[in-house]
């Protein structure tokens, strides 16, 4: 059998799997996979006050070791359709690109993994010296509650074992094998909030406003954490809201707070970086503000892949075919790596990012060729 990437992505792009819908994307993956020899199976999951979701995985071979290749089919919505040049869901190619939401991000990754895989069976007898696994979910691009994380139990709950990961993400910057991501930042999110006293302004010898105490701790907590690390920038504080919604004039408020996000490297666990920030904001305080901090649950920490023989592996495939021996990156957002590397080493490692979430989201036609290449040489050593 042989499989065209393109058409594929071209197919999936076609099905409107906006998070949760399915959209009928994992049943046009599980109809490909299960006629190539792949044991597909479903699973949906849900909880209170989230939507259900549709999630999917395959394996061939039963022996170790087991690569797995991860990934989601479902894409942030299109925004409005019609400032797209190609209508987002119609997986035009035009020129020498291919349109629509999910192209790179990341429809297009899946589509090669799976032509490789399936090129890999044809000319090896129908089956790989090992296993050879699809995890994909349909809840990334939103909560991410009913996916991965608990796929990824799902299936070991059921025995299922995994030696090696390649998440499917649009890591490449400017042209594909220029980038694996081997870690990810952690992310953390808090409120700071500061109380006063309400009163007149006319009076403020009566009142105590916070907003002036608010100002002085957000100041001390734009300090530098760190001078980053030897895989990671610096870790970085950002305000993303300063709030006190007082309408009135003449009012000094009772409460001031604000948001922020805190990106950080391996220099800090999350415990230790809230008690620095708290220190921080204690010694600023000094005595005369009063506040509090709110830190919202987070599952997304810091972690690195260790560099190592799969890591090698990954290294040689992509300089093999492209020439270009790529960079290792913790950059970015989080990913669904942040569960993976729970159960074995995952890298990232897709198409190029540029267009991801925009209008007119589109990938080359040749890189969905080269892609493909790469992850059929990376499958040939893997099971060499
Ligand atoms: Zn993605």
Redesign the pocket.
């Known amino acids: 059998m042989t499989a065209d990437p393109v058409a594929i992505a071209r197919d999936l792009v076609r099905c409107r799997s906006v998070t949760p819908e399915e959209g009928g994307a994992l049943g046009f993956l599980q109809d490909l996979l299960a006629q190539a020899g792949f044991e597909v199976q479903r699973a949906v999951f849900a909880e209170p006050g989230t939507a259900p979701v549709d999630n999917l995985y395959a394996r061939i071979g039963m022996a170790k070791p087991n690569l797995v290749f991860a990934?989601?089919t479902d894409?942030v919505p299109a925004g409005n359709e019609t400032s797209w040049s190609h209508p987002p869901f119609a997986g035009e190619v035009a020129g020498d690109k291919l349109y629509g939401r999910g192209a790179v991000?990341?429809k297009g990754?899946i589509a090669c993994f799976v032509a490789a895989a399936l090129d890999y069976l044809a000319v090896n007898g129908g089956k790989p010296k090992g296993s050879l696994s699809f995890l994909i979910t349909g809840d990334?691009?939103s909560v991410a509650v009913n996916g991965t994380v608990k796929l990824l139990q799902w299936a070991s709950q059921r025995g299922e074992k995994f030696d090696h990961c390649i998440l499917?993400?649009?890591s490449n910057v400017e042209f594909v094998g220029d980038t694996i991501k081997a870690g990810r930042r952690g992310s953390l999110n808090g409120t700071l909030i500061v109380t006063g006293r309400q009163g007149h302004v006319a009076y403020p010898e009566r009142a105590d406003n916070p907003i002036r105490g608010l100002i002085t701790l957000m100041a001390a907590l734009q300090v530098a954490l760190d001078q980053g690390s030897a895989r990671f920038a610096p870790s970085n504080l950002e305000f993303t809201s300063v709030d006190v919604g007082n309408p009135t004039v003449n009012l000094i408020p009772g409460e001031a707070r604000a948001r922020f996000n805190i990106r950080y490297n391996d220099c800090h666990s999350q415990a230790a970086l809230k008690t620095l920030i708290e220190q921080r904001a204690r010694a600023a305080a000094a005595g005369r503000v009063h506040y509090a901090f709110d830190w919202q649950p987070s599952n997304a920490d810091v972690f690195v892949t260790q560099p190592g023989p799969f890591t090698e592996l990954a290294v040689a495939a992509i300089a093999e075919v492209t020439g270009h021996r790529p960079k290792l990156s913790t950059s970015g957002g989080t990913?669904?790596a942040r569960f993976i590397k729970d159960y074995c080493p995952v890298l990232e490692f897709?198409l190029v990012g540029q267009t991801?979430h925009a209008v007119d989201e589109c990938t080359p036609v040749a890189d969905l060729v080269m892609l493909t290449a790469i992850y059929r040489r990376i499958i040939e050593k893997y099971f060499a």
Request: negative net charge; aromatic residues 0%; charged residues 35%.
């Open positions: 990934g989601h894409v991000d990341m990754g990334e691009e499917g993400e649009p990913s669904d897709g991801m």
